[in-house]
C-alpha cells in the first residue's frame, strides 16, 4: 500500500510539475508578446519626441518649419522623404508625411509606416512674423464618458491664445475599421486625436493606437530666436 501511495504521490508531482511548466510557458509567451508591443510603442513615442525636436533645429536653421512631404511624389511636387517644393496653399496641402530625409529621421515608425505631419502653412514661410502669426493645429482628447477636451490648443486659435503650429503622428500598429477618431486623424487638416490606446471597438470615438506629439509654439520661438532665426 505505501509503494501504491509513492507512486501515486510521485504520479501526481509528476503532473503537477508539467502543468506548472506549461502555464509558465504560456505566460512567458504571453509576456513576451506583450512587452515587444510596449517596446515598439515606447520606441516610437521616442521617434515622435526626436521628430518634434527635429522640426524645431529645422526652424532654428532656416527660419522656418519645413513643408510636408507628399504622400505619392508628382511632378512638382519634390521626391519620396523629401519637403514638398510647392508652397502650402491650404491646411490640407500642408498635411501628409513628415519629410524625414530633410530631417535626417528614419523612414518609419517601429511598425513600419510613415510618421504623418500637418503644420501651419504660415510657419513654412521665411521669416516668420511672430507679432502676426496663429498656430493652427488643435489636439483633442476624450475623458471616460467620451467627452471631447483640448490637450492643445482651444476653441479659437489666436495671437492671445495660440494653438499648436505643427503636429507629427503615427498610426500605430494597425487601422482599426469604423474607428471614428482613428478615421478622422487621417483625414484632418487642424483638428487631431490623441487618446489613450483602446482595443475596445464600442469604445467612444472607437478602438484607438494612434500615437501623436505636437511641436511646442514656446520652444519653437526661443530656439529661433537663440539661433537669431526669428526677426
Not at 487621417?186 to 501623436?212: I, V, Y
Request: proline share 7%.
Amino acid at each position: 500500500m505505501k509503494r501504491h501511495a509513492r507512486q501515486r504521490g510521485a504520479a501526481l508531482l509528476t503532473l503537477l510539475l508539467i502543468a506548472t511548466v506549461a502555464l509558465s510557458a504560456v505566460l512567458l509567451s504571453a509576456f513576451s508578446g506583450g512587452s515587444g508591443e510596449r517596446a515598439r510603442e515606447e520606441r516610437t513615442h521616442a521617434l515622435l519626441a526626436q521628430a518634434s525636436e527635429a522640426l524645431v533645429g529645422f526652424a532654428a536653421a532656416h527660419g522656418r518649419l519645413p513643408r510636408p512631404a507628399p504622400a505619392a511624389p508628382a511632378p512638382g511636387m519634390g521626391e519620396a522623404g523629401r519637403e514638398r517644393t510647392a508652397p502650402c496653399a491650404t491646411e490640407a496641402d500642408c498635411t501628409g508625411l513628415l519629410p524625414w530625409m530633410d530631417l535626417g529621421l528614419p523612414a518609419a515608425d517601429n511598425w513600419g509606416r510613415h510618421l504623418r505631419y500637418s503644420v501651419t502653412p504660415a510657419f513654412t514661410v521665411a521669416p516668420l512674423a511672430r507679432t502676426a502669426l496663429i498656430a493652427s493645429k488643435r489636439v483633442l482628447s476624450r475623458d471616460a464618458s467620451g467627452t471631447l477636451f483640448f490637450v492643445a490648443g482651444q476653441d479659437n486659435c489666436s495671437l492671445a491664445a495660440q494653438c499648436a503650429p505643427a503636429v507629427i503622428f503615427s498610426r500605430g500598429p494597425s487601422d482599426v475599421p469604423g474607428s471614428q477618431d482613428e478615421a478622422g486623424n487621417l483625414q484632418a487638416a487642424t483638428d487631431f486625436m490623441q487618446r489613450p490606446r483602446s482595443a475596445q471597438a464600442n469604445a467612444p470615438g472607437g478602438a484607438f493606437d494612434d500615437l501623436l506629439a505636437a511641436v511646442p509654439l514656446q520652444a519653437l520661438y526661443e530656439r529661433m530666436a537663440a539661433a537669431k532665426t526669428l526677426p
